[in-house]
Antibody, heavy 126, light 110 residues
Framework: QVQLVQSGAEMKKPGSSLKVSCTASGGTFSTYAISWVRQAPGQGLEWMGGIIPVFGFETPHYAQKFQGRVTITADEAVSTAYLVLSSLRSEDTAVYYC?????????????????WGQGTMVTVSS | QSALTQPASVSGSPGQSITISCTGTSRDIGGNNYVSWYQQHPGKAPKLMIFDVSYRPSGVSSRFSGSKSGNTASLTISGLQAEDEADYFCSSYTSSFTLVFGGGTKLTVL
């Protein structure tokens, strides 16, 4: 059973940077296409970026809104994906989720997320 | 990339059917068959209910179905049950090789 376990809640000052980790267990991490999705309090889901398998696993794609401010990396040796978000502002206060793209042996990857981390609450405040 | 448009809320009585719409553009919903739907209960992570417009992952009830026409996708829940009360989000792949979510719909079971 694949699980994604994220790092704990964070309190950050405006202008600082955030790093959230997402550690996988129960499967083959090298085949996981991980994305990061955030949810501001009482708001909807927002895709920030992630691996789009059709382009390979080396280079993540990012939502235009976060271009230049977000970096997504992965360390296969420890089965962990990371999200780094810089120049934090109060509007970045949200729950940050990592999510694994749905994969079926017979049909390959699908642009949907079947396994989610538990979420990491990030509060940006002076 | 703007968020997909969903109604803020829908409601229905137990046993009834409801449909939630999700409207996008030709650059997302209208341009591919990679629409998915998620259910989210308060304080929980989202759960995948539908992928590729109309396919259910293993373990998801057949009461949940999806469809698409032009730039609008729909999620239908038949035989409403109390545990279906939750927020529902649609998502679509886009022509910019990104993903976009809808604003979410709160389902109330009366």
């Amino acid at each position: 059973q694949v699980q994604l376990v994220q790092s704990g809640a964070e309190m950050k000052k405006p202008g600082s940077s955030l790093k959230v980790s997402c550690t996988a267990s129960g499967g083959t991490f090298s085949t996981y296409a991980i994305s990061w999705v955030r949810q501001a309090p009482g708001q909807g889901l927002e895709w920030m970026g992630g691996i789009i398998p059709v382009f390979g696993f080396e280079t993540p794609h990012y939502a235009q809104k976060f271009q230049g401010r977000v970096t997504i990396t992965a360390d296969e040796a420890v089965s962990t994906a990371y999200l780094v978000l810089s120049s934090l502002r109060s509007e970045d206060t949200a729950v940050y989720y990592c999510a694994k793209m749905y994969y079926e042996v017979s049909t390959g990857y699908h642009d949907a997320f079947d396994i989610w981390g538990q979420g990491t609450m990030v509060t940006v405040s002076s | 990339q703007s968020a997909l448009t969903q109604p803020a809320s829908v409601s229905g009585s137990p046993g009834q059917s409801i449909t939630i719409s999700c409207t996008g553009t030709s650059r997302d919903i209208g341009g591919n068959n990679y629409v998915s739907w998620y259910q989210q209960h308060p304080g929980k992570a989202p759960k995948l209910m539908i992928f590729d417009v109309s396919y259910r992952p293993s373990g998801v009830s057949s009461r949940f179905s999806g469809s698409k026409s032009g730039n609008t996708a729909s999620l239908t829940i038949s035989g409403l049950q109390a545990e279906d009360e939750a927020d529902y989000f649609c998502s679509s792949y886009t022509s910019s090789f990104t993903l976009v979510f809808g604003g979410g719909t709160k389902l109330t079971v009366l």
